[in-house]
């Protein structure tokens, strides 16, 4: 099999855009999550993982790409842009490819645009219906870029950036593709934040996986990007796992068999053993549910002793951002030898088997690490990035 390398990334999110940052945050324990009632029409101020940063201006004239969503897109783009360009001289355009992964795409500036013609009777001209199509991430990156080669979107809800990463793997071996730009962006919208608040999963509090006191999730924006190709760089892309569970809509499958599996198989990908895993990033929302099935999950295949957290008290859950946010920052913990905090109230929940949380660990070494993604319809992946 054709060997896939993560050759450049970038991410931005509430923790921030430069990886020191990222990384002190990450081993300190203090997240950035603010207080607002923007998104959420009972008026309450909840905790929303806010990207702070200014984000760069969109490059093109056409309306339909005027989106947040593009923008943060966009701001990621550039810290890795001459990199693009550099794939681009080497390849050419037609053999790069773009997968991005979106659950929500432009929706919040539509949001606006619908509440304007709700109050006079008519759309404002910076209404386009194309922002929110869940392929104009990738549509709107190629058309900057100049890329032409495959470009679509992924939209798979909370597993949507990591599936963009086994997909570029797919068109690289394939020999479709050189290389392939491929991540996830999410930007906040109402839709999202009041549609799991109906489903009475947010939390008015900071997020706390794990902990016999959680009470749901803390909704984040981010975007990650990684370049993949064949060219050899210190970190791998060894290992993918996928099922699906199709046990019910929204909650996972209690006995933890879909997220077994594609621990399991990714694993097998790998060509490694449990025991050769140095960090694990949980899924870990902080619901109920989530956070039962996948201690089960992890407890069966990897006891006690594999060090691992949720970093989305940090983040937040950044939806279809989340898994190319987390193997984004497996990335950095692998490159920099850490392991992040897990952070929580340090209270167990006694019905749920005891895994190896961490409390953050510098200048470890560090080979392996697996990325966990779970997502609405029992639809899972897990990552393993291997340091070459």
Known sequence: MTRCFLNSMSMISALGAETSDVKNRLLSGLPKLAFSQKYHSAGNALPIALVQEALAPIPLDDQKWHSRNNQLAWTAAQSILPDIQALISTFGKERIGIVIGTSTSGISDNEHDMHINAQSGALPD???????????????????????????????????????????????????????????????????????????????????????????????????????????????????????????????????????????????????????????????????????????AVAEVFGNNTPCSSTKPFTGHTLGAAGALEAAICWLALKEGFIPKHLWDGCHDDSLPSIGLSEGEQNCTLQYALSNSFAFGGNNISLILRKV
């Open 126 to 296: 910076s209404y386009h219906y194309g922002k929110q199509e869940m392929g104009a991430p990738a549509s709107f990156l190629g058309a900057a870029l100049g890329v032409c080669g495959p470009v679509f979107g992924v939209s798979t809800a909370c597993s949507s950036g990591a599936k963009a990463l086994a997909s570029a793997r797919r068109l690289i071996r394939s020999g479709v593709c050189d290389a392939v730009i491929a991540g996830g962006v999410d930007t906040l919208c109402k839709l999202t934040v009041q549609g799991f608040s109906s489903l009475e999963a947010i939390s008015e509090e900071q997020c706390n996986p794990f902990s016999v006191n959680r009470k749901g999730i803390n909704i984040g924006e981010a975007a990650a990007l990684f370049i993949i190709s064949k060219d050899k760089s210190d970190i791998e892309l060894v290992g993918v796992g996928e099922s699906s569970d199709a046990h019910h809509i929204s909650a996972p499958d209690p006995s933890g068999q879909g997220a077994i599996r594609c621990m399991t198989a990714a694993l097998k990908d790998a060509n490694i053993t449990p025991d050769k895993i140095h960090y694990l990033n949980l899924h870990g929302t902080a619901t109920q549910l989530n956070d039962q099935m996948e201690a089960k």
